[in-house]
């Protein structure tokens, strides 16, 4: 299938994904902040350990200007605020430490011009991975989280500008918060908060699913390495 015309007019007609919807606010300090919008869990004993193995989507944002949202963008997506990320992340940690290892997929999304205007983002412009270690908090609704995000693939045909980001790696840092209700704070919390530097912080409107509050991943990008991988270099020119 020929998909030239439709590239070509995606590169003219391409809209700001941030106008229309009311989006939660930026965290405080957080360059991306991405939410756990459903989880599968199941529990299996290894060698005497028993672990929490879960599986999660993820949707969320990141700032113009990060390694994940470069400020070339702007050239196709004039007005954008910030970049639309979507991923699956899946993770193994033991049940009693609350430590283990994750990883998982992301893509980082615009809208198309066919799409409604409150529609979510669905065109894959960066596409990569992501692993590293999660470590619980103790006493606190938190857990801490070390890691890199890999770019494997970008839509060098529509945004050539983006070809070189393919084979590089940045390290990143994150915090997961975990909402709480009147239960869990003795009815300091009235609804759903977050405990952010030890306040209770109300969960967002624009943070919720459905009536349910979501779990936060606020993320901050670290150094940027360039990895010699020929096959993601060829990804790059020719993205499925």
Not at 59 to 66: A, D, N, P, Q, R
Not at 171 to 195: H, K, M, N, Q
Request: aromatic residues 6%; charged residues 20%; contains cysteine.
């Amino acid at each position: 299938m020929r998909r030239t015309p439709i590239l070509v007019g995606l590169a003219l007609l391409l809209l700001p994904s941030s106008s229309y919807a009311e989006f939660p606010a930026p965290p405080s300090r957080a360059e991306a902040w991405l939410y756990e919008t459903a989880e599968r869990v199941t529990f299996d004993v290894e060698k005497r350990v028993i672990l929490r193995k879960a599986v999660s989507p993820l949707m969320g944002f990141t700032l113009i200007g990060t390694p994940l949202c470069p400020s070339a963008m702007l050239a196709n997506v004039p007005g954008l605020a910030h970049c639309t990320v979507i991923g699956v992340g899946k993770s193994t940690l033991d049940a009693q430490t609350g430590e283990g290892p994750t990883s998982g997929t992301f893509d980082v999304v615009i809208d198309i011009p066919s799409n409604p205007s409150v529609h979510v983002p669905d065109l894959p412009v960066i596409s990569g991975t992501f692993e590293g270690s999660i470590t619980s908090v103790p006493g606190l609704p938190l857990l801490s989280l070390g890691g890199r995000f890999r770019i494997r693939t970008v839509d060098a045909r529509t945004f050539p500008a983006l070809e070189s980001l393919v084979g590089e790696s940045v390290s990143f840092t994150g915090i997961f918060r975990i909402p709480v209700g009147p239960t869990e704070t003795s009815g300091l919390c009235p609804a759903a908060c977050y405990v952010v530097d030890g306040t209770l912080v109300p969960v967002q409107d624009a943070e919720l699913s459905i009536g349910f509050a979501l779990v936060r991943l606020e993320i901050q990008f670290g150094e940027i390495e360039r990895e010699r991988d020929d096959d993601d270099r060829d990804h790059g020119r020719n993205p499925d």
